[in-house]
């Protein structure tokens, strides 16, 4: 079911559109199980190199999505076919969307107090129909996880997005997501999580997210720069990933 893909710096791309993605989602669903996709870019890639925890947690996750600019170019330059860039926030409304059509579960785990119920408000009117199995701002730290294991269990939710940021949400998810995988006894479906960063602020109208023009033109990244100038230091690192993929070998 895997689709092509190939290494980044050490790291999978899954070459796969929204909806492939989407497809993907519902297969896994329908399968059972507990499943994990990931939204990767430059970002993720260099964290990944020094961070031995995300790396693993990213290499057994069963979707990759080249999220990012600079992914989507450094996985074409290694021969991926890349039809479009998934981002994060993208793929997330549009699981919402099937999630309405299919009536999937939907929790939504993380951001600040009250904006993952801003989050899942929205949703309900944008895509009528969808059910919330729950919205909570939780946090990553470890002495709250089983509370929160126990919370988004009791709430049966088949898709689960969880936004505390990367790395944090990815490992988050690794630890956690098979505890949340109903029992095969159940009959019940599976359950797929995403780690979906700063999203919940964009559809909260938290933050604000750049212009259709400048995503077109590849310039998210100079956008949220100018908008959180304090990102730069986490910036350098598009710069760290342009120079160490142009060396990595076609
Ligand atoms: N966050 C959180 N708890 C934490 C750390 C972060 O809920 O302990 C949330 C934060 O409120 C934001 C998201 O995680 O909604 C991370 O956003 P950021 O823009 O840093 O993520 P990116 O899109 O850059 O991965």
């Not at 993380?110 to 899942?120: K, L, T």
């Amino acid at each position: 079911m895997r689709p092509q893909s190939v290494e980044v710096l050490g790291v999978r791309v899954d070459g796969v559109t929204y909806r492939e993605a989407c497809e993907i989602a519902a297969a896994l669903i329908q399968q059972g199980g507990a499943h994990q996709f990931a939204t990767v870019n430059p970002e993720f890639v260099m964290t990944a190199r020094r961070d031995e925890e995300f790396r693993a947690v990213l290499a057994a996750t069963a979707l990759n999505v080249p999220d990012g600019a600079g992914v989507v170019w450094a996985a074409r330059r290694r021969g991926l076919n890349v039809r479009e860039r998934v981002a994060g926030v993208d793929l997330m409304l549009k699981l919402c969307d099937w999630a309405a059509r299919y009536r999937w579960r939907v929790f939504f785990l993380g951001a600040q107090a009250g904006v993952a119920e801003r989050v899942a408000a929205a949703l309900v009117l944008t895509y009528p129909g969808l059910t919330v199995a729950g919205a909570y701002a939780g946090s990553p730290r470890r002495e709250e996880e089983m509370a929160l294991v126990a919370r988004v269990r009791a709430a049966r939710p088949q898709l689960l997005f969880v936004a505390y940021g990367a790395p944090a949400q990815d490992k988050w998810l690794a630890r956690n997501l098979p505890l949340l995988a109903p029992a095969a006894t159940d009959g019940a479906s599976g359950i797929v999580g995403m780690g979906v960063g700063g999203a919940f602020d964009f559809i909260a109208g938290v933050q604000k997210r750049a212009p259709d023009w400048m995503q077109r033109a590849n310039l998210e990244w100079l956008y949220r720069l100018l908008r959180q100038p304090w990102r730069w230091r986490r910036q350098m690192a598009l710069i760290s990933f342009a120079l160490a993929a142009m060396l990595e070998s076609r």
